[in-house]
């Protein structure tokens, strides 16, 4: 069964870190482009960070270069998102998702992990 689950989300303070994992099962990750995208309370999800597979381009968008990074486990047909420096609009649930390169749109998603920052 084809699936990406979430995890590690949480309550975390103001200029606090917290590191998301999407595990994978059912496909080989590296062979996919890969995102990570988030949706805040009354707003439409937007994407945050892409990956692609073939050359391995990362790019960031600009409300998070520099405190977010994204990495990956082959090993463990898992990706992680490091997220430092938290700030209260970042808080949203956090989606990862995984497509073939010549897929017009994300083929596999997650249901999903809550990013709460909060003092």
């Known amino acids: 069964q084809v699936q990406l689950v979430e995890s590690g989300g949480g309550l975390v303070e103001p200029g606090g870190s917290l590191r998301l994992s999407c595990l994978a099962a059912?496909?080989?990750?590296?062979?996919?482009?890969i995102g990570w995208f988030r949706q805040a309370p009354g707003k439409e999800r937007e994407g945050i960070i892409c990956r692609t597979s073939s050359d391995g381009r990362i790019d960031y968008d600009e409300s998070v270069k520099g405190r977010f990074t994204i990495s990956r486990d082959n090993a463990k047909n898992t990706l992680y998102l490091e997220m430092d420096n938290l700030q209260a609009g970042d808080t949203a649930v956090y989606y990862c998702?995984?497509?073939?390169?010549?897929?017009?749109?994300?083929?596999?998603w997650g249901r999903g992990t809550q990013v709460t920052v909060s003092s």
């Open positions: 059912g496909f080989n990750l590296p062979f996919y482009n």
């Open positions: 998702a995984a497509k073939r390169a010549f897929a017009p749109e994300y083929e596999h």
